[in-house]
T-cell receptor, first 110, second 116 residues
């Protein structure tokens, strides 16, 4: 039973446009969420996080939005760049470790 | 920032042999280390959690005798895949956390294991 779900396995956008990656979770008790970016054959790198006391957190081109009532969060990347092409995972801390979504592969077309 | 070094990055071994993967925290003391496994086009699945000086806690379905974890110090943890089989071929990633930032998980660069 997936506690964190990313229903879109892939997304393709044009350079300069906005990329929106979505994540849904099942447990309303989750209170912290993280987004990671992963290139092939590399470990994930931390991008941005959000606490449940906020509904938005912004860091440069990256903004994460949290809708607690819908149990939904999204990562916005604007403007998208070809170097953003990677797999993006949302995650939440569990009892012992991070629980990851299945990932969304973002392809930014030049 | 916190850095986790993982070696080797790639390894090919014969069936029946054992392979050791090292995970080191370079600039912080990792009280807890995690080992993940990623199958192609799949998410990262937690295999085990290791606290320095204690026995590792394995997730359901992960054989502790197959995947030996030794958290020898606050900066070094190893995962040994014993009697490796082709189905053990995967991408293994370690993660470490420690200090005050509870959610500060730093990941290693991963190890691509191929068992032939």
């Amino acid at each position: 039973d997936q506690q964190v779900k990313q229903n879109s396995p892939s997304l393709s956008v044009q350079e300069g446009r906005i990329s929106i990656l979505n994540c849904d979770y099942t447990n309303s008790m989750f209170d912290y969420f993280l987004w990671y970016k992963k290139y092939p054959a590399e470990g994930p790198t931390f991008l941005i996080s959000i606490s449940s006391i906020k509904d938005k957190n912004e860091d440069g081109r990256f903004t994460v939005f949290l809708n607690k009532s819908a149990k939904h969060l999204s990562l916005h990347i604007v403007p998208s760049q070809p170097g953003d092409s990677a797999v993006y995972f949302c995650a939440t801390p569990g009892r012992r470790a991070l629980t990851f979504g299945s990932g969304t592969r973002l392809q930014v077309q030049p | 920032g916190a850095v986790v070094s993982q070696h080797p990055s790639r390894v090919i071994c014969k069936s029946g042999t054992s392979v050791k993967i090292e995970c080191r925290s370079l600039d912080f003391q990792a009280t807890t280390m995690f080992w993940y496994r990623q199958f192609p086009k799949k998410s990262l699945m937690l295999m085990a959690t290791s606290n320095e000086g204690s026995k590792a806690t394995y997730e359901q379905g992960v054989e502790k005798d197959k995947f030996l974890i030794n958290h020898a110090s606050l900066t070094l943890c190893t995962l040994t895949v014993t009697s490796a089989l082709p189905e053990d071929s995967s991408f293994y990633i370690c993660s470490a956390t420690g200090g005050e930032w509870t959610y500060g998980y730093t990941f290693g660069s991963g190890t691509r294991l191929t068992v032939v």
